[in-house]
């Protein structure tokens, strides 16, 4: 499997609950509705690396945290479907300039029982691989609720 698939259990989304003072966001495009969706995706990264790296989980407006000196910004996307490759990670149009390293992508589904960790890649690669999808274009039957620039999975690198 080119992705790595978690059970999620209570515990695991009482600390994404406690994680935020969850709000209405500026600039969410979801004005807020998904951000324990968001959170669910930083402790998913958060515990995978935490073993073996130094993780310092430090949320800023431009990272989530710092893996081994590198910042990370971590996208995810609430689903019902398992992951495919030809599925887009997206970062909304108006964060492209966020000050990260890397990017993250994340699935978590509709009903919190699985996280998904899709792949990653340096901020620099996305921008320069990345392809603009515009509010209320279709990308594979989702119509897009706000400008995004986006990259397929297939062309991240995998989680090891």
Known sequence: MWYKKFALDDLFLREA???????KLNGSITEG????????????VKHFYEKTNNVIHHGTHDYDMIINGYTIEVKTKRRTVEPMLHYN????SGNTKQNCDFYFFC????????????GYVSREEFMEKSFILNKG???DQFTVRD????????DMRRVK
Request: proline share 0%; net charge neutral; hydrophobic share 35%.
């Open 137 to 139: 274009e279709v990308d």
């Open 89 to 92: 990670g997206s970062v909304w």
């Open 147 to 154: 400008t995004c620039r986006n990259m397929k999975y297939a």
């Open 33 to 44: 509705r998904s951000q324990i969706y968001g959170a669910a995706g930083e402790i998913l």
């Open 107 to 118: 699935q978590i589904s509709e009903d919190y029982k699985f996280g998904y960790l899709l």
């Open 17 to 23: 609950v406690y994680l935020y003072n969850f709000r």
